[in-house]
């Protein structure tokens, strides 16, 4: 079975600090894929990233950035220098592909609770 | 704007009744599945419809099922609704190489359920 912890239940930082989102997750699969999605008060979930387990490269964009690391099960997302725009839930999510032929779907983490401060 | 749209937005219904939530996939994507949110939680796998045939399903009793149409529509019954049932039910769609795959979904904002 697989699991994904956001322990962090709410962040408050000011705007311009940096902030970063912990997530791990438990897996017995080898291929599995990481999200991260943004969930503004409207309810839409907004994609930010999608990685393989193959890829540990780190990724930025923009003021966006994440570090995936396998010997700790983290994939932790980093915002640089935070807008008020940025205030909103973010899920980390982890998919492997479904045994038997179907599809097991995405399992979410609780979510992170961000709020920028003006 | 993630081509996704759901309906009705909000509804409200009592115990015992059934409900039907629609929802328009992004065009071009042979996959569908449904989430349930409750408040404060995050997203759970209902199930997922590849190609119009249900191809993965989480843990939810059969009295939540669903359809797929040719034309990128799809809907989410459930029957006999109890209190627990209310949530926000999200709808998602992707381009899958294969069944068993999940691929980067693309949300809709959202079919808001209060059972009463």
């Known amino acids: 079975a697989q699991k994904v912890t956001q322990a962090q239940t709410e962040i408050s930082v000011v705007e311009k600090e940096d902030v970063t989102l912990d997530c791990v997750y438990e897996?017995?699969?080898?291929?599995?894929?990481l999200f991260w999605y943004k969930q503004p008060p409207s309810g839409e979930l907004v994609f930010l990233i999608r990685?393989?387990?193959?890829?540990?490269q780190n990724e930025i964009s923009g003021r966006y950035s994440w570090n995936f690391q396998k010997s700790t099960s983290s994939f932790n997302f980093t915002i640089t220098a935070s807008q008020v725009v940025d205030s909103a839930v973010y899920f980390c999510?982890?998919?492997?592909?479904?045994?038997?032929?179907?599809?097991?779907?995405?399992?979410f983490g609780k979510g992170t609770h961000l709020i920028i401060q003006p | 704007e993630t081509g996704v749209t759901q309906s009705p937005t909000h509804l409200i219904k009592t115990r015992g009744q059934q409900v039907t939530l629609r929802c328009s996939s992004q065009?071009?994507?042979?996959?569908v599945s449904w989430y349930q949110q409750a408040l404060g939680q995050g997203p759970q796998f209902i199930f997922q419809?590849?190609?119009?045939?249900?191809?993965g399903r989480g843990n939810f009793p059969p009295r939540f099922s669903g359809l797929q149409f040719p034309n990128y529509s799809s809907e989410l019954n459930v029957n006999a609704l109890e209190l627990d049932d209310s949530a926000l039910y999200l709808c998602?769609?992707?381009?899958?190489?294969?069944?068993?795959?999940?691929?980067?979904?693309?949300f809709g904002e959202g079919s808001r359920l209060t059972v009463l």
């Open positions: 897996t017995r699969d080898t291929t599995y894929y």
């Open positions: 419809y590849y190609r119009e045939e249900e191809n």
């Open positions: 065009s071009g994507h042979n996959t």
């Open positions: 998602a769609s992707s381009l899958v190489d294969r069944p068993r795959d999940t691929g980067e979904l693309f």
């Open positions: 990685r393989n387990s193959f890829d540990e």
């Open positions: 999510a982890l998919s492997v592909p479904g045994s038997g032929g179907g599809a097991d779907g995405l399992t």
